[in-house]
């Protein structure tokens, strides 16, 4: 891969972690907003999880999701910076440049990323 190339992913992932940090932060804020003010009786607020179990486990989820997606991205940005991006973490072989463009922070060939799944 070329060094034009390199830091196209390079930017692109950078872009792709950026949204997805923005998506975490509206997730975090709206669980916050979704905390009721004081109630006439009470001043205690009433948590999340008592007014909607489901949907908050629903959005913690999803946050953990994205989380994930970025610590893939940042191994991705290490491994352009180690000089190993493009190359299969398990058996050493080149990523296909196709499945760097659509997954630019994949870390493994489709052969051993269908292995995985397997498992």
């Known amino acids: 891969m070329n060094q034009a190339e390199l830091q196209k992913r390079r930017q692109r992932l950078l872009d792709d972690r950026r949204r997805l940090e923005s998506e975490v932060q509206q997730i975090d804020q709206a669980r916050a907003e979704h905390l009721q003010p004081p109630g006439e009786i009470s001043n205690v607020r009433t948590h999340p999880a008592?007014?909607?179990?489901?949907?908050?486990?629903?959005?913690?989820?999803?946050?953990?999701?994205?989380?994930?997606?970025?610590?893939?991205?940042?191994?991705?940005?290490?491994?352009?910076?180690?000089?190993?991006?493009?190359?299969?973490?398990?058996?050493?072989?080149?990523?296909?440049?196709?499945?760097?463009?659509?997954?630019?922070?994949?870390?493994?060939?489709?052969?051993?990323?269908?292995?995985?799944?397997?498992?």
């Open 50 to 119: 008592d007014q909607d179990a489901e949907g908050l486990a629903e959005q913690v989820v999803a946050v953990e999701t994205l989380r994930g997606e970025m610590r893939s991205i940042d191994d991705a940005l290490a491994r352009i910076g180690d000089g190993s991006y493009g190359i299969c973490k398990r058996c050493g072989k080149h990523i296909a440049s196709e499945r760097l463009e659509a997954i630019p922070h994949a870390g493994l060939c489709v052969r051993c990323e269908q292995a995985e799944e397997d498992r």
